[in-house]
């Protein structure tokens, strides 16, 4: 367990509990299609956020430099 987790390891986690702890409980079809598209969402918002605080440290200096 990490004490303080980044967006990134926070919305990994949620997605990996999604696909390995409820989505093999689920029996309806559509539920499991839904679980699918939710851990895809969160898997990009993860991959979003990771970088972000560099676009963010490039937009700042870009700035900065006009």
């Not at 696909?19 to 991959?47: F, H, N, R, Y």
């Amino acid at each position: 367990m990490l004490s303080q987790p980044t967006t990134e390891q926070l919305l990994l986690g949620i997605a990996r509990d999604l696909e390995q702890a409820v989505l093999p409980d689920v029996g309806s079809e559509p539920t499991k299609v839904m679980i699918g598209m939710m851990t895809q969402l969160l898997k990009s918002c993860a991959q979003r956020a990771a970088h972000e605080a560099a676009w963010m440290h490039e937009e700042g200096a870009a700035i900065a430099a006009a």
